[in-house]
Every structure is written in structure tokens, then in C-alpha cells.
């Protein structure tokens, strides 16, 4: 755990547990030098590198300078505000098995939810993990934030699991332009599977 200063990594890390910076800078120095990454108020620098890394999870802190890739799961710490940013990635891909906790709260008839930022692109599907079950299942007409991406960058697919509602409802992307921050807003939506009418 780094919590200030700059700590240069010229080779793999290979203590168990993840790489947390907490405050300061962590500097990849070789490619896949983190196995696995917790931004909390500190930056990772990749040093224009590719980092593949298990996991990672965040409370404000930001990835920049590379590309991470996230092969298991993607998460906010317990703690990290609702409807802001847990991560800042500046280029991140998600792996085919990874999946993105979405932590939705419900509170005066809207939803909000700790979402990640991409600031220069973004690749594979965002796996939203809403963690619910038929006993509590996802409010109908959700509709809320999980990214933001800058100008210039495509936004992520999504898909959710773990929704709790039937499955003649799925989870869809809207996307948005916000015009105070300049970005593109990235919304999770709950909408019916569409039917079909077959005539004889």
C-alpha cells in the first residue's frame, strides 16, 4: 500500500494480496506488474503500458498513462459515493468473465449507483452484477448511471445479471450527452424482451 510518494514496480509484484494506492503514485515499470489493483484516492500509472490485472476496485482513484485490462470482477470499496466516479481508467478493457458491481441505490423514487470513467477508450462488455434476487429484484423503469466515457470514446456494451426480475426483462444501455461535463453518460435501463406476432 502506497500513501504517498511515488513507488516504482521494475518488475512483477509478487507479494499476495493487491497493489493499493491510497495516496501518491504507483508506476508500473514492465507490462503485467500488477496483479491485481485498488485505486483509493491514489493513481496507477502504467507507464504506456498493458496491465492485465484480476481484479480492481476503487474509491476515487484513477489508471492512467496505459491499459488495464480486468479479467475477474470490477467493484467500488464500501464506502465509495453513490453517483460518482470509483475509478478514472483512461483505458480499460473488460475480459469475457469479468463482471462490474453495480451497488444500485434507491432513495426518493430515483436510483443511483458508483460508476467508473473512461477517459480515452474502452473495449469488451461491462457485465453489471446488480447482486439481487427475486425477493428483491431490480425497481421497474430503473434507469441509472454506471459510466461515463469522454469525448471521442465509445462507450462499453452492458449487460446485467443477478437482476431478480423475470426474464422477460433485460438490461440496456442508454447513453446520454452531459452538457456540464463535457462527457457522455453511460445508463443502465430495464426494458421488456420485445414479442412477436406470428400470423396464419
Known sequence: MLGGGTLLLSAANTMNGPVTASGGTVKGMVAGSVPALVLK??????????????????????????????SDSMAPLAGAAADAPYAVVANLAFGS???VACPVAVEDGGQTAPYFRVTESCTGTARLDFVRTADD???????????????????????????????RYF??????????????????????????????
Open 97 to 99: 468473465g469479468c463482471l
Open 137 to 167: 429484484p431490480l425497481p421497474a423503469g430503473l434507469r441509472v448511471k454506471v459510466a461515463e466515457c469522454a469525448a471521442g470514446v465509445a462507450p462499453p456494451a452492458v449487460r446485467g445479471v443477478n437482476t431478480g426480475v423475470e426474464k
Open 41 to 70: 484516492g491514489g493513481t496507477f500509472d502504467g507507464n504506456g503500458l498493458d496491465h492485465a490485472v484480476t481484479y480492481l476496485k476503487g474509491a476515487g482513484g484513477v489508471a492512467a498513462n496505459g491499459a488495464v485490462s480486468v
Open 171 to 200: 438490461v440496456a444501455s442508454e447513453t446520454a450527452a452531459n452538457a456540464q461535463t463535457g462527457m457522455t453518460d453511460v445508463y443502465a435501463v430495464l426494458k421488456p424482451v420485445g414479442t412477436m406476432m406470428i400470423l396464419k
